[in-house]
């Protein structure tokens, strides 16, 4: 597929609204609507020019907030799909994520959810989330998706004060039948800003780790991590994995719960990052090169997503590789490029090297000794 010219994922925040307030929510979401909100007919408008993008349009992906706060939600995805957009949901885990809901979302088109659980044990998850009773609320969530038919993806997101329990929570993904584990590293937006992200050494350390996890039976994933994908390729060309005390610790808990991997790595691998096969429309119609880089390039449905997809000078650069730092002089910068989010959240140019990465560059020697 031709990323120029169009992006595998569109994500839609449908609205700020959700009944939940947790500590690293990048929409800093609130329990009623900001005004603004796309109404019904303007984000129908929006999905009417996903076609543009060509014969098999991009997945939507209906975020927030929380998606089922819209009374319209049903009628969004039924729209969509009678149109023939492929449509997944985001959910938050509340009162209303119910069999009788799932099953209306099913009948209209939706087989896809991705459920957060941020960590291995109720203190944990809860402190994140804020709201007790929500580790086991969430849990019987993904069971009921399961048993519903749904394909699930768990979405967690990595930092200081969960990722020693990544190898129990890979463990849980495991025994739910979860197909899909997709974890987002911690970027400084929204509430996020509160709290600490892991050095570039953790990032290095669970990239390893998630490589091991994803020979257990489930594809792994990253956002905001593209670096993942230079970790998968050096290991599948039979790097060793480092030494570091968080990846041994993840590791051998992981061999400890899940016996020595027996499957072939599933560990997600396509060329994409913020902008370059991935756009974000807010809840106001912005749009966004990805969720955590809030550059906003032209609004929805006044300027059509096609053409500043393909032609805006924010996009255009963002796919161009052309970086600064190491991320400019990278071996693996088609591959990779870096996470532009954490370069705007730390320096305040999505073009500036990506800081969360260990790698040095081999080039970087030859220009260092020239
Ligand atoms: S230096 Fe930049 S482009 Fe290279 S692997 Fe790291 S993040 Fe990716």
């Known amino acids: 597929m031709n990323l120029d010219q169009s992006p595998l994922l569109v994500f839609y ?20 609507p900001l005004p603004g909100q796309l109404t019904t007919d303007q984000s129908k408008l929006f999905f009417e020019d996903l076609l543009r993008f060509g014969q098999r349009p991009p997945i939507l992906i209906l975020t927030g907030g929380d998606p089922l706060m819209r009374a319209d939600i049903f009628e ?9 957009i492929t449509v997944a949901l985001s ?4 009162p209303s994520l119910t069999t009788a809901n799932v099953r209306r979302l099913k009948d209209v088109g939706v ?31 993904v069971l009921m998706l399961v048993d519903e ?39 400084g937006v929204g509430r996020g800003k509160g709290l600490s992200a892991l050095d570039a050494a953790g990032n290095e350390d669970v990239c390893h780790f998630l490589y091991d996890a994803s020979r257990y039976g489930f594809t792994v994933r990253t956002v905001e991590a593209p670096f993942f994908r230079r970790v998968a390729s050096e290991r599948r060309r039979g790097r060793p994995a480092p ?42 119609g912005d749009i966004y090169p990805a969720g955590f880089l809030p550059v906003s390039a032209g609004k929805v449905p006044t300027d059509s997503i096609v053409d500043v997809y393909r032609d805006h000078a924010v996009f255009a650069s963002l796919r161009g590789g052309d970086f600064g730092g190491r991320c400019g002089r990278c071996d693996y910068r088609e591959m990779c490029g870096g996470s532009r989010a954490r370069a705007f959240s730390v320096a305040g140019d999505p073009l500036a090297e990506d800081p969360g990465c ?10 260092g000794a020239g």
């Open 358 to 367: 260990i790698y040095v560059p081999l080039v970087e020697d030859v220009v």
């Open 76 to 84: 969004l995805c039924a729209y969509a799909s009678s149109i023939g």
């Open 13 to 32: 925040e449908t609205t700020r609204a959700c009944p939940l307030a947790c500590r690293h929510c990048r929409a800093e979401a609130m329990p009623d």
């Open 111 to 141: 087989s896809s959810m991705s459920i957060s659980l941020d960590g291995a044990n109720a203190p944990t998850h809860e402190n994140i989330r804020g709201v007790p009773g929500h580790f086991a609320q969430t849990v019987d969530a």
């Open 149 to 187: 038919g749904i394909t699930v993806q768990i979405n967690t997101t990595v930092m200081e004060i969960n990722a020693d329990e990544l190898d129990t929570v890979a463990a849980l993904i495991k025994e739910l039948k979860a197909a899909i584990w997709e974890v987002f590293f911690l970027i």
């Open 243 to 284: 030494c570091g005390p968080l990846y041994r610790r993840l590791s051998h808990g992981l061999r400890e719960r899940l016996g020595e991997p027996r499957e072939a790595p599933r560990a997600g691998t396509a060329g994409t990052r913020d902008g370059k096969g991935i756009v974000f429309v807010s809840h106001a």
């Open 91 to 94: 959910p938050s885990v509340t």
